[in-house]
């Protein structure tokens, strides 16, 4: 099943939204800050290509700068 993600425009719509969400028994969370940049993190890292590295010269190189 897919689901939503809302983010309301104004903070008092917050309590409204979930007490409809509530009334209509849907399931939902409240995501924290952290929570919501962990999301962007991971959808980055899935965009990434696996394939594409750094030689382990160019890593070392930059470790060995003072």
Known sequence: MESLLITPAREEDMGLIQRLLERINARFR???EDEKEDIGLLALI???DPKDTVPEEEV???LRRP
């Open 46 to 48: 899935a965009e990434g």
């Open 30 to 32: 409240v995501l924290s």
């Open 60 to 62: 070392m190189k930059i």
